[in-house]
């Protein structure tokens, strides 16, 4: 994609110049039934990390197998902003049974109350802005089961202080939440080896 | 998606066990006008360096200025294999003027040349089953261009030796390329940024 070239016809009269513009927070929402929702989100967080942005990533699914390559490598650059100061600093929190940050561990039937427990933490984050780039990892789905209301998500993106980017992925992204996303992709399968009844590999799945 | 559950019916008739199914070479494909095709590229690369997996990048593009970001931490990730053992080695070429292992450096112009070159080169390394993870990245334009012969790619491909994963990306993959990969992925866009006159973003887009 060329950089910079933007069609002056497209320039919104929003009485901003490009540089403040530039600095707007993004809302990105990778959804579709396709692979690399995720993927993609956490490769969004390798370059927003290398440019010393604070990293909070939140997964909103109970087991969280599937992400240990990309935890231990965020877990690994995290340590090494902590001794050498490269990069950002890393948080990676996951639902499991409760949130590391909560005292009271949820039981495996909490799904709903620890998703919003989850969100609330998420929200409060955003109002204090303690990161500069948050992943919420698979969090379409406690919003399209109704476990987090979505309209006080799209509210709370909205009015969101600083230039904190948000990353959200997962299928179904309510319309509400593509509706105040600035960036919008859609994984699509066109192919997959367990069509052809192969299971996930090592190195590939996980 | 839920790991390890594959409809009996789907099973093929290959001979092979799930295990040796398992270790079975992924050409996989992230195709499409919209973004995260090499971001997610280099997601399934972080979690296969995790494994201790060699990785080898191809950037087949002029200008690699969109991807310093990646191309930093993996090669913080890869000086910290060289020195802690942890993950895997990595090596990062990019076509630019000609390719770093090349002693004859290519104009601007020879771009059709260089292009050809660097397949060489990648041939040649999945011959010697040099890597375990490949991404050539933005590989399909020098094939829709005409400068890659596609049947000979493919062909490659489908012979190598080996568990050598390899990961394409780039708008309008040949069809030659769909019919070899086993996992293809097209990125449509929904919505983005720039349609609102934005600009690319630190930390976002680089």
Chains 1, 2 share one sequence.
């Not at 929402?29 to 989100?41: E, F, M, P, Y």
Request: glycine fraction near 12%; proline fraction near 5%.
């Amino acid at each position: 994609m060329p950089k910079g070239k933007v069609d002056p016809a497209n320039i919104p009269n929003d009485g901003l110049t490009t540089r403040q513009r530039r600095m707007l927070p993004v809302t990105a929402v990778n959804t579709g039934d396709g692979k690399g929702k995720s993927t993609a989100a956490f490769g969004m967080a390798l370059r927003a990390w290398n440019q010393g942005m604070s990293i909070g990533v939140f997964q909103f699914v109970k087991s969280a197998k599937w992400r240990v390559g990309e935890e231990a490598v965020f877990r690994k650059l995290g340590e090494l902003h902590d001794e050498t100061g490269v990069g950002g600093p890393v948080e990676w929190h996951k639902m499991g049974e409760g949130w590391s940050w909560s005292r009271t561990k949820g039981t495996e039937d909490d799904h709903a109350r620890n998703a919003l427990d989850g969100w609330h933490e998420v929200a409060r984050r955003l109002h204090e802005e303690t990161h500069d780039f948050y992943v919420l990892d698979e969090f379409t789905y406690p919003m399209s089961w109704g476990w987090v209301p979505v309209e006080k998500v799209a509210e709370t993106l909205r009015n969101r202080p600083g230039t904190q980017h948000v990353v959200i992925t997962g299928r179904r992204a309510p319309q509400e939440i593509i509706d105040v996303a600035d960036l919008v992709t859609k994984m699509e399968k066109i192919k997959h080896p367990m069509d052809q009844g192969r299971k996930g590999q090592k190195g590939i799945e996980w």
